[in-house]
């Protein structure tokens, strides 16, 4: 008996890395995974050049798990909602949207095109927001169905340390991960009144994205790979799963480790009373708020 048995779970862009990992890691726990990949290289151009999706339904197949795969993009609104409908028409329902896929277009801000934000954004925030909207749909439908009994269904969405923290040279991924940390807690804000539990996870793992991160940890030539994708599915898996009793959250995950991070916090609050502040009474308001809270966190490649 596995943590999903009977489960119907969508993986996005799960022909490598993270999304593969994934979705063999629900299979192993007993649920039935449909396996999404465009089969695109990896900054997302010439889509369908290789097949990785049917290659990752073959193995959970081989090891007796239940697959399906689906070539579509998740960004388009019509091929997202046929996703989740192949779901539905394959196993009569969808529990768990697990939205994966994406790519990176790096460029300093004073470098970007307008092409390169737009390719990233749509990819990693509507490609989030597009399958979730159907799915929500689904489980809305389902609800009405049962007399208002709610669905166990899960959303795990993949932010990034990146979107939290700020990653340099990384402007379009880093603004479309931190959207989409803030999309989950909307999710999660609208959505449990229909049995929705929304969370995110920023993963550090080597895939073909970290390749071009300098100074990256190399695979290991023997021994246990902190950095390797599969560490990252079990908590995945497990904010899949119907015993996932958190919602609206986002954990950062790496090899044997997670922790949850906070957001947005109010700060300090600083007055003048009740009266308007002036422009200079506003600077040293500020500063003084600045002064007693806590610092962010660096940004990613700043020295």
């Not at 308001?285 to 600045?290: D, G």
Request: proline share 5%; glycine share 12%.
């Amino acid at each position: 008996m596995g943590c999903c048995d009977g489960r119907v779970v969508i993986v996005t862009g799960a022909g490598r890395g993270l999304g593969r990992a994934h979705a063999l890691t629900f299979a192993a726990e007993g649920a039935n995974v449909v396996v999404n990949d465009l089969g695109a290289e990896d900054g997302g151009t010439q889509p369908g050049i290789d097949d990785a999706a049917t290659a990752v339904v073959e193995e959970i197949r081989a090891a007796g798990g239940s697959a399906a795969v689906n070539h579509g993009d998740v960004a388009d609104w019509d091929q997202a909602g046929a996703l989740v409908a192949q779901a539905v028409d394959t196993w009569g329902r969808l529990d768990t949207l697990v939205c994966n896929a994406g790519f990176l277009r790096d460029r300093m801000l004073v470098n970007m095109s307008e092409q390169e934000w737009d390719a990233v954004v749509r990819v990693h925030l509507k490609g989030h927001f597009a399958p979730a909207r159907h799915a929500v749909a689904h489980w809305r439908e389902r609800q009405k169905a049962s007399g208002g009994e709610p669905p166990a269904a899960r959303i795990v969405n993949t932010s990034s340390g990146a979107g939290l923290m700020g990653s340099i040279g990384q402007g379009n991924y880093v603004a479309a991960k931190a959207a989409i940390a803030a999309l989950t807690i909307q999710q999660a804000a609208e959505w449990g009144r229909y049995g929705v539990l929304a969370n995110a996870v920023a993963p550090d793992a080597r895939t073909r994205m970290t390749a071009v991160i300098p100074g990256y940890p190399e695979r290991p030539s023997e021994g246990w790979d902190p950095k390797a994708p599969e560490n990252v599915s079990p908590l995945v898996v497990w904010l899949g799963s119907a015993a996932c009793d958190v919602t609206g959250r986002v954990f950062e995950c790496t090899g044997g480790e997670l922790n949850v991070c906070d957001g947005w916090q109010h700060g300090p609050v600083m007055s003048v009373g009740q009266r308007s502040m002036t422009a200079a009474e506003a600077g040293d308001l500020a500063r003084r708020s600045v002064a007693a809270g806590q610092p962010p966190a660096p940004v990613f490649g700043i020295r």
